[in-house]
C-alpha cells in the first residue's frame, strides 16, 4: 500500500502542512510523489479556473508535475463546509463518483508516495447521507491522523482515532502540528499531551511539528518521517 487517506482533528488542524511535508520528506528520498485534495473549499478565481491553496500547495510537491484539474478536481469559491459550497454550485458531492475519479487517478498515475487530503476532519459531509469517511472508506485507505496540538486536541484526537477504527480502517499514523504555541510554552506539560496521545492513539507517531515562524513543506519537513508507516 503507498497511498493514505490524510484527515485531521478539525480544520486548521495543520494537514496541508503535514501532508506537504511528508511530501518532501519523500521527494528528499528520490521517491516519486502525488498529493491530491479532491474536494476543496475556499478557492480563489484565476483566468485558469478556481484555485485552492491546500491543492496548489501538494501540486507543487508532486514529482513528475501533474495537472492542477487532477491534484483538484472538485473546487468551490466559499470557504465553507464543502456540502453546502457544493448545494449553492447546484452540485451534489457523491461518494461513489469521487471514488471514481480518484481510482481513475490513482490507476493512471502511479507513484511511489500518494497522500490524499481530505477537508476539515473525519466527519464532515459531502452531502446528507455522505462524509469524508466514507470517501476514505470507500477507497479502503489506511488513514493518517493530523492532530492540531492545542487545548483541546487530547479529545478530539481521541475521538477520531475511534471514529476511523470504528469504521473499520487502520489508523496508520499521527502526527502533531503546533498550532496554538502556547500549548507547546511549558515543555513538562506539553510532552505529558504527547505521551498521552502517543499511548492512547496507538498508532505510530510520524513527527510533530513545533510551531514554526514560515511554515511550509521545506520547513515542516524536517520534523517528519515516513519510516513509520
Ligand atoms: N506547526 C505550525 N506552525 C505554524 N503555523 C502552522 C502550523 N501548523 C499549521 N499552521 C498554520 O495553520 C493554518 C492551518 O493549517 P493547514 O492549512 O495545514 O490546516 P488544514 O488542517 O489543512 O485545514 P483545512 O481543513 O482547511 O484543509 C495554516 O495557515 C498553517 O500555515
Ligand atoms: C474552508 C475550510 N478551510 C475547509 N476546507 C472546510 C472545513 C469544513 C468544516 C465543516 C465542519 O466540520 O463544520
Ligand atoms: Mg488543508
Not at 484527515?7 to 516519486?32: E, F, H, I, M, N
Not at 478530539?156 to 499514523?173: C, Q, S, Y
Not at 504527547?194 to 510520524?206: E, M, R, T, V
Request: aromatic content about 6%.
Amino acid at each position: 500500500m503507498n497511498v493514505w487517506f490524510v484527515t485531521g482533528t478539525d480544520t486548521d488542524a495543520g494537514k496541508t502542512l503535514v501532508t506537504s511535508g511528508l511530501l518532501y520528506a519523500a521527494r528528499q528520498q528520490q521517491l516519486s510523489t502525488l498529493g491530491l485534495k479532491p474536494i476543496a473549499s475556499g478557492s480563489q478565481a484565476t483566468p485558469e479556473g478556481l484555485r485552492n491553496s491546500d491543492a496548489l500547495a501538494l501540486q507543487h510537491q508532486s514529482v513528475p508535475p501533474i495537472h492542477y484539474a487532477t491534484v483538484n478536481p472538485i473546487a468551490f469559491a466559499p470557504a465553507i463546509a464543502p456540502h453546502l459550497a457544493a448545494l449553492e454550485a447546484g452540485q451534489l458531492l457523491e461518494v461513489s463518483a469521487i471514488t471514481h475519479l480518484l481510482r481513475e487517478t490513482l490507476s493512471q498515475t502511479p507513484r511511489d508516495f500518494t497522500l490524499i487530503e481530505g477537508a476539515g476532519g473525519w466527519r464532515v459531509p459531502l452531502n446528507a447521507q455522505e462524509d469524508f469517511a466514507d470517501l476514505a472508506m470507500a477507497l479502503e485507505l489506511p488513514v493518517i491522523l493530523v492532530v492540531g496540538l492545542k487545548l483541546g486536541c487530547l479529545n478530539h484526537a481521541r475521538l477520531t482515532a475511534e471514529a476511523i477504527r470504528a469504521d473499520g480502517l487502520v489508523l496508520a499514523g499521527w502526527a502533531g502540528s503546533v498550532v496554538d504555541p502556547a500549548f507547546a510554552a511549558n515543555t513538562a506539560r506539553f510532552e505529558a499531551n504527547i505521551a498521552h496521545l502517543n499511548a492512547k492513539l496507538a498508532a505510530p507517531c510520524l513527527g510533530i511539528v513545533p510551531h514554526l515562524d514560515d511554515p511550509d513543506a521545506a520547513t515542516a519537513a524536517p520534523y517528519l518521517s515516513l519510516e513509520p508507516l
